[in-house]
Structures are given as structure tokens and as C-alpha cells.
């Protein structure tokens, strides 16, 4: 126990200990929020769908050899749109269309790694680090936690000043078409934040896992809590608690980081569920 | 001056026409229900009474200081909503989104107002209850009491004693009547024409025969009605 601790301390003297920790926590709280209206609104493969699409163009990128993750996130953003836009009114077509482009992205992704990137030494090792997250985060550069601590934050303040509409348009679309709020803004909005989160989350669960990371914290306070409000907040503390933990034992245990954290999110997803069974 | 007047309006999504040349119009303190068998477009009218869908041809104008956005609406519940974790409270005051405007959050009057109408809607003594456990019929009242947060004048009312018990439907149909009978001027959507009958003052009957008047002549004429449905 106490040479548990004393590796722990250890490790959290170093830069890059504190790095993922810092960026860890914050896109673990920003997805949960995510995740409480993508859950409420039946869209929770969407994170699923859309980290596929990461992958794939993440296989492009690699392949037009971008080095930062920019495109990604734009072409992440218009699929994103699509399918949330052209998903409200035909459900059928749209988890078809959701499915397509998700198995599609995925094979290509990596169909093209294998194409372009024969003469890499370790291409399945890469491929493992993007769909399963990376064996540790510690390897974040100074830029990686910048943008992910600005675009969490700006996340975060989204929910907070749009937190009212939100709860409205998520509840009953129709309700606020006819009070004559701009319905298809927010839609976007939300639409260009999924994929930003997912692009994200990839650094450090890996695309394959970050849903997890958006749906679970939701799921989970849904078990117990039966408000809008109580159900947001308990998401967001429950994403960030598990977040930290999983980290933390990832570096104690030495395990890949991104399953530890859906690993203990599962745990948490039991715990509740049998609390609100119990209640 | 009519609050809505109806003007020759086609009602579709798109290209597709859903019914044509209807004149009709909504005056202050009027009931009026819209009957006609499924599919003949009533909630077409209504989405684009509301302005959710564009006018095809024809003309919608709102008069007495009215727009589309002024009206509250009681839409059909949806399959979302079934399982949504929120407060009777919180489902209430999003009644109020209009007046947010530019302000992320409600204001003090808004919050009033939700209380206000949550005791008028007699369920006050749910007001921190979960929406989704609660029965069909105080569900119904929730979306009332926030269908009237958006409004002091005019009420639209999408087939609201659907999937109702008969004994919630009658409650419904008596608050809704008290409602109208407190100025509020009553739009309603009805498969049930006894009700219709019995409420209304205004019939508005779409298919492929298109009427529209008070009760009286809506029974006169209502055999001739039928019966020429059969025929055509």
C-alpha cells in the first residue's frame, strides 16, 4: 500500500503527471455534459459513430502527413452535423446512415494505414494506441493540454450560459420551435461541440473508448437522480471522480489508461444502478 | 379583429400538398376544434398555424397584437419525453424560454409565473415530482400549465386527452373549458367529436370536404358531411 502511494507521489511531481491529470479531468467533464444531452435525446451512438469517423480521418491525415489534428476535427464536424440534422425527423434512416458511416470510416481508416504506412515499424501498435487510447497519457505535449484546457473551458461555459435552453429544446423540440427559439442554431452548436469533444477524447481514451467517456457519467446519474439539474450535476461529478481515479490507478497499476477509466465508470454504472434499485 | 384569419392557406411539407383553400379564423374568447380523420392534415395546420412549417400559398395573419410565437402550445408527448429525468417545476418554467431573449437565465417574474400557473393547473402539490412518474393525466397539466407560461391569450392544443382514461379526460376537458370561459381563446385538435361538439363554439372540419362554423350549423350540417365523405 505504502509503496502504492509512494509511486503515486512520486509520479505526480513530474509535469506530465499533473498534465494528464489536468487534461483528463476537464474532457471528462465536459463529455459527461455532452453525454446527458446526446443520452436524453437517443443519440448516444452518435460518439460511437463519430469516433470511427475520427479514426478514419485521422488515417487520412496520417496519409497526407498533417501533423496537427485540425482537418480531423472539421471533417469530424460536418459528418456530426449531418447526422444529427438529418437524423431528427427520420430515426430509421438516420441510424442507418449513423451505422454506414461509422463501419465505413472505420475500414478505411485502416485499409488506407495499411496502404500508406506499410514501411512503419509498429502499424499495429499505432493502430492499437488510436482505437484503445494511448498505453499511457504522459506522453501529452505542452500544445495538447492548452487546446484541451481552452476548448473544455469554453465547453463548460456553453452548458452554463445555454444550460435553460438546453434543458428546453432537449425536453421538447417542437415546444421551442413555436416560442420561436432558433432550434436548428443549437442543433449545430451541439453538433460542432461532439466533434470537438470526440477529437479530444481520443488523445486519451482512444476513439474506440471515447464514447464511454460521454454516455456512461450520464447513465449512471440517471439511475439515482431524477431532475434535469441534479442529473447534470451528478453526471459532471461522477465523470470527473471517475476520471481521476482511473488515471490514478492507471499510473499505479501501470494499465493502458483509457480502458482503466471505462473500467471504473463500469463499476461506478453497477454501484448506481444498484442504488437506484435499491431507492 | 380576428386574433388568426385564415386566408385560401395550403398546408404541406415541401412539395407535397397537404390540404388546400382553407378559410377560417379565431377570434377572442372562441373554442374551436379541428376535427377530420387521421391523416386529413389537422397537425399539419397546426405546425403551420405555429410557423414550424411555411405557408404554401394562402395567408396566416395574427392579429391583436399577436405573432405565432405568442401562442402556447400543447403538443402530443413524445417517446423523449417518456424517460426524461426532470422537476414538474423544471418542465413548467421552460414555458418561459421566450422571455429569456439574450439572458442565459429566467428571471424572478418568470419563476413567479411558473408557480402561478402550476397552482392554476392544481398540481402544485407536485411540483418537485419527476415528470415521467407521474399519470397521462397530470402529465397532461405539466404541459398545459407550461403551455400557458408562453401565453395569456391563445391556446393550441394537440389532441390533448389522448391515451387519457376516461376520467382524466373529462378532468382535462373541464379544465381546459374553465380555461376558455377565463379568456383564454382555445384551439384544440380532436379525434372526439362528441367532445367537440359539447365544448366548441367554432367546428373547423378538414378531409375532403372542408367546413367551417359555429357548433349549430356544424350539427345541421354534419349527416350531409358524412355522407358525402362516403361518397367521395
Not at chain 2, 376535427?35 to 412549417?53: A, D, H, Q, Y
Request: proline share 2%; aromatic share 8%; glycine share 8%.
Amino acid at each position: 500500500m505504502t509503496a502504492m502511494f509512494d509511486k503515486l507521489t512520486q509520479y505526480l511531481a513530474f509535469d506530465f503527471t499533473k498534465n494528464a491529470l489536468i487534461v483528463g479531468v476537464l474532457i471528462a467533464l465536459c463529455s459527461s455534459l455532452l453525454g446527458v444531452i446526446l443520452v436524453l435525446k437517443r443519440y448516444s451512438f452518435i460518439g460511437d459513430g463519430l469516433s470511427h469517423v475520427a479514426f478514419g480521418s485521422l488515417a487520412i491525415a496520417g496519409v497526407l502527413n498533417f501533423t496537427n489534428e485540425m482537418p480531423t476535427i472539421l471533417i469530424i464536424t460536418i459528418f456530426a452535423s449531418i447526422l444529427l440534422l438529418g437524423g431528427t425527423k427520420k430515426k430509421l434512416s438516420g441510424d442507418a446512415s449513423l451505422a454506414i458511416i461509422s463501419v465505413a470510416s472505420l475500414g478505411l481508416g485502416y485499409l488506407l494505414m495499411n496502404i500508406f504506412a506499410r514501411n512503419r515499424p509498429n502499424l499495429s501498435g499505432d493502430v492499437c494506441t488510436v482505437l484503445f487510447g494511448s498505453t499511457s497519457i504522459l506522453t501529452l505535449s505542452k500544445s495538447d493540454v492548452i487546446i484541451s484546457s481552452v476548448l473544455s473551458v469554453l465547453v463548460v461555459l456553453f452548458f452554463v450560459f445555454f444550460y435553460n435552453r438546453i434543458f428546453a429544446i432537449t425536453f421538447d423540440e417542437d415546444f421551442s420551435r413555436s416560442c420561436g427559439v432558433k432550434v436548428k442554431l443549437y442543433n449545430y452548436s451541439v453538433a460542432v461541440i461532439i466533434a470537438v469533444i470526440v477529437v479530444l477524447s481520443m488523445n486519451l481514451v482512444g476513439s474506440l473508448l471515447s464514447s464511454a467517456l460521454i454516455i456512461f457519467p450520464a447513465l449512471t446519474a440517471m439511475r439515482v437522480f431524477k431532475t434535469f439539474k441534479s442529473v447534470t450535476i451528478a453526471a459532471a461529478l461522477i465523470s470527473v471522480f471517475t476520471a481521476t481515479l482511473g488515471i490514478l490507478a492507471a499510473i499505479v497499476f501501470g494499465t493502458p489508461v483509457g480502458s482503466t477509466i471505462v473500467a471504473v465508470e463500469t463499476v461506478g454504472f453497477l454501484i448506481f444502478t444498484v442504488i437506484g434499485a435499491i431507492a | 379583429m380576428a386574433q388568426i384569419r385564415c386566408i385560401d392557406v395550403t398546408t404541406g411539407y415541401g412539395s407535397h400538398v397537404v390540404q388546400e383553400g382553407l378559410n377560417f379564423e379565431v377570434n377572442a374568447g372562441d373554442y374551436l376544434c379541428i376535427v377530420g380523420e387521421n391523416g386529413s392534415g389537422k397537425s399539419t395546420l397546426m405546425r403551420t398555424i405555429l410557423g414550424l412549417l411555411p405557408v404554401l400559398s394562402g395567408n396566416i395573419e395574427f392579429g391583436d397584437n399577436l405573432s405565432s410565437t405568442d401562442i402556447g402550445y400543447l403538443p402530443q408527448q413524445t417517446e423523449i419525453q417518456r424517460d426524461f429525468p426532470a422537476s414538474v417545476f423544471e418542465v413548467v418554467l421552460s414555458g418561459n424560454q421566450a422571455s429569456l431573449k439574450k439572458s442565459p437565465f429566467y428571471k424572478k417574474s418568470d419563476k413567479q409565473k411558473a408557480v402561478e400557473n402550476i397552482e392554476r393547473m392544481r398540481i402544485s402539490n407536485l411540483s418537485k415530482k419527476c415528470y415521467r412518474e407521474l399519470s397521462g393525466g397530470q402529465q397532461q397539466r405539466v404541459l398545459l400549465a407550461r403551455a400557458l407560461c408562453a401565453t395569456g391569450k391563445i391556446l393550441l392544443l394537440d389532441e390533448p386527452v389522448a391515451g387519457l382514461d376516461p376520467q382524466s379526460t373529462e378532468e382535462m376537458y373541464s379544465l381546459i373549458e374553465q380555461l376558455n370561459k377565463s379568456g383564454i381563446t382555445i384551439i384544440m385538435i380532436s379525434h372526439d367529436i362528441s367532445a367537440a361538439i359539447k365544448y366548441a363554439t367554432n367546428i373547423l372540419h378538414i378531409g375532403k370536404l372542408t367546413f367551417f362554423g359555429s357548433t349549430e350549423e356544424y350539427i345541421d350540417k354534419r349527416s350531409d358531411l358524412n355522407n358525402a365523405e362516403v361518397v367521395l
